[in-house]
């Protein structure tokens, strides 16, 4: 892995070899920005503040060896990635203004990806994933992980059925806490259903009656148009002398026949002019006919009007136009059959709800006794590796009680609270000696024992649900003497199976290590920077003297150095 311009880390390259390395140095050199960088890599959340003073961004980059088949290499090459010599490439760049970006294998990723490549590829703990376990929530995870698909099937169902009866009685409660609003809606439209259906509008009847109110309106200057229009075509019979449009029409193409066959042009204004004759003629008998069938009846235009006020009292309420009125009555049939049918829809989500709760008490159930069945060989795997980390005479056991809820669904003839994992409380105790009653973790442990405890949890899980690589921050804080050896010793023992990286405070610890390294700052009068580099043989030693005494060159530390390292290559 490669770090640049992150934190106090200017440019460092850390080698994370197989089997059990450890990360030393003193207190602000920049341990935890080794581990940070581990986190970026793994999915972890970027922000502006680790980029170091006066860079323009923070790089950090991994290699990381996997199998073509491991879940991770399939999912990183589903997102286009691609493996380098049976190894992903990943990246994280952090500029300075905070914007993030991630590569894996070349293609540019969501941030998100590496976190679910992580899932499967490194276990991340550090102090504050000591007080995560003093939570019931990560105890009963801890317990469902160890129990594997014994645990994991019926929760997947229990789950599902969960999901459900939460979407039913979201659904039920607004039905039945909005009745008085679906009534009101019904009662509304019933009303304007009703009301539309008395008047029984026609399509188009809006625009024909406007029509025919215009017409009657005007009635009798409509018919006095329409006669002086008819006797300037056709004359008036009553003066015989009068010069009239088809008497004159009809002179001009008589004068026109006469010569017509003399000049094709005036031939055809011939005919043309025979065409206007006969179309005056049609004209004016239709004028005659208009006149003599115009309806001028007071009676027809008042309720012509009647009618239309009618329609309007419609359209003011329920649409612009009587085909919108038609539309929304159509609209509101439909609404009213769907609020008439709320009651039958309420009485078959009911039934629905208590089936499901019926069921939920099942599977809750099934997964009590899918726990209590796994608790057990939980609790002695736990117990028996904290004897293995200096608490021989420590006794786990892993408490499973349910919380008696009225409410709640029935589990063993007893209604009691449940949620989206069951309905199980699940509590580690630990009872540190004999004759000690067993507390909770969370009010009985002190820090180191709760260091133990979990690394104890993280070995148990190794044989179960094992991951390629194991990171420990810090677990070791409160831990000391004969613990830390213990501890170190476990640590090695787990690496024999995994990659193990521990940042540690502890010479007992990193004297087991398979590797050290050290995270140095120097400091040239304005800017610290520090770097990491593999300490081997006297530098060694060293480090460990400092780590013991706070003294590099005492020989006493040396000797202890010394003395540790070789008593931990016998006890690997």
């Known amino acids: 892995m490669r770090i640049r311009s992150l934190g106090v880390i200017d440019d460092a390259v850390v080698e994370l070899s197989p089997g059990f390395t450890a990360v030393t140095g003193e207190t602000g050199a920049g341990k935890t920005m080794v581990v940070t960088s581990l986190g970026l890599l793994l999915g972890g959340r970027a922000d502006a503040a680790l980029v170091r003073i006066g860079a323009k961004s923070a790089v950090v980059e991994g290699r990381i060896t996997v199998a073509p088949d491991a879940p991770a290499a399939v999912r990183a090459e589903e997102a286009g990635a691609e493996l380098d010599d049976g190894a992903l490439l990943v990246s994280r760049t952090i500029s300075a203004e905070g914007r993030s970006r991630a590569y894996v294998g070349g293609r540019s990723v969501p941030a998100a990806l590496l976190g679910e490549l992580a899932d499967d ?161 049609d004209v004016a008998g239709e004028l005659a006919g208009y006149a003599d069938n115009l309806d001028a009846d007071p009676r027809r235009l008042a309720a012509v009007e009647e009618r239309r006020s009618v329609l309007a ?27 008439d049918g709320d009651d039958d829809r309420i009485e078959a989500l009911t039934a629905e709800r208590d089936a499901l709760r019926a069921e939920l008490g099942e599977l809750a159930q099934a997964l009590t006794d899918a726990r209590t069945a796994a608790a057990d060989r939980f609790a002695q795997a736990v117990t028996a590796e904290l004897a293995e980390l200096a608490m021989t005479h420590a006794r786990i056991t892993v408490e499973i009680h349910q919380v008696e809820d009225p409410d709640g669904i029935e589990v063993g003839g007893r209604n009691v609270a449940f949620g989206a994992n069951g309905a199980d409380e699940v509590e580690l105790h630990l009872a540190p000696h004999p004759g000690a009653p067993a507390r909770p973790i969370a009010k009985g442990a002190s820090g180191g024992e709760l260091s133990r405890v979990m690394l104890a949890v993280e070995v148990v899980f190794a044989g179960s649900d094992p991951v390629p690589t194991y990171l420990f921050d810090e677990v070791d804080a409160g831990v000391g003497g004969k613990a830390a050896v213990e501890v170190g010793r476990r640590l090695a023992r787990l690496a024999r199976t995994a990659q193990v990286i521990v940042v540690t405070h502890l010479p007992q610890v990193a004297a087991f290590a398979d590797r050290q390294l050290l995270v140095e700052k120097t400091n040239d009068g304005s800017v610290t920077r520090s770097g990491v580099r593999v300490l081997d043989g006297e530098e060694r030693v060293r480090e460990l003297s400092r780590m013991l005494a706070g003294l590099e060159d005492s020989d006493t530390a040396r000797a202890h150095a010394e003395e540790l390292l070789e008593a931990a290559r016998a006890g690997r």
Not at 222 to 248: C, I, R, Y
Not at 253 to 262: C, I, N, Y
Not at 313 to 338: C, F, M, P
């Open 121 to 281: 590829l490194v276990a991340v703990h550090g102090q504050t994933d000591q007080q995560g376990l003093l939570r019931p929530a990560r105890q009963r995870a801890a317990l469902d992980r160890y129990a594997g698909e014994a645990v994991a099937v019926p929760l997947a169902k229990y789950a599902s059925a969960y999901r459900r009866l939460r979407d039913v009685s979201a659904e039920l409660d607004t039905l039945t806490t909005k009745a008085r609003e679906r009534a009101q809606e019904a009662d509304l439209l019933r009303f304007g259903l009703d009301e539309i259906a008395a008047a029984e509008p026609l399509p188009g009847e809006d625009a024909e009656l406007a029509a025919e109110a215009e017409r009657l309106g005007h009635a009798e200057a409509l018919a006095s148009a329409a006669s002086a229009a008819h006797t300037a075509l056709a004359g008036n019979p009553e003066d015989p002398e009068g010069v009239d449009a088809t008497t004159l029409v009809a002179g001009a193409s008589r004068a026109l026949e006469s010569v017509r066959s003399h000049d094709p042009a005036l031939a055809a204004l011939a005919d043309r002019m025979s065409e206007i004759g006969i179309l005056l003629a």
């Open 313 to 339: 009292h419609l359209t003011r309420k329920y649409g612009e136009d009587i085909a919108s009125v038609l539309a929304w009555a159509e609209q509101g049939s439909a609404r009213l059959a769907e609020l």
